[in-house]
């Protein structure tokens, strides 16, 4: 399993970020049903896909939670997880 405290370190840094603009948009819709927009470049989406890919090949299916967050912070939590080998939680 993947440190907690090193997901818990990336949750709280990305939680000071603000992330916005972007041409792309994607739609969160939560258990409370309330829906929640991200946008984000290109990049981000080429970024995100590529590390889903990855982490897919890997580990299998990424868990739901992670796909509740913005696309970078997948990203992030993707390429940490690949890098220590380790699936996340």
């Given amino acids: 399993m ?13 939680a000071g ?6 041409s792309f948009k994607e ?3 939560l258990a409370s049903k309330q829906q929640i927009m991200f946008e ?3 990049a981000v989406g080429w ?6 890919s990855s ?5 299998g299916i990424l868990p739901d ?10 990203v992030t939590l993707c390429k940490l997880s690949i890098d220590i080998d380790q699936e996340l939680p």
């Fill in 17 to 22: 970020v603000t992330l916005s603009g972007g």
């Fill in 27 to 29: 739609t969160v819709i």
């Fill in 40 to 42: 984000f470049p290109l």
């Fill in 2 to 14: 993947v440190p907690i405290e090193k997901i818990q370190q990336i949750l709280d840094d990305a």
């Fill in 65 to 74: 939670w992670v796909l509740l967050l913005h696309p970078i912070h997948r």
């Fill in 47 to 52: 970024a995100w896909n590529a590390s889903r």
């Fill in 55 to 59: 982490y897919k090949v890997r580990f």
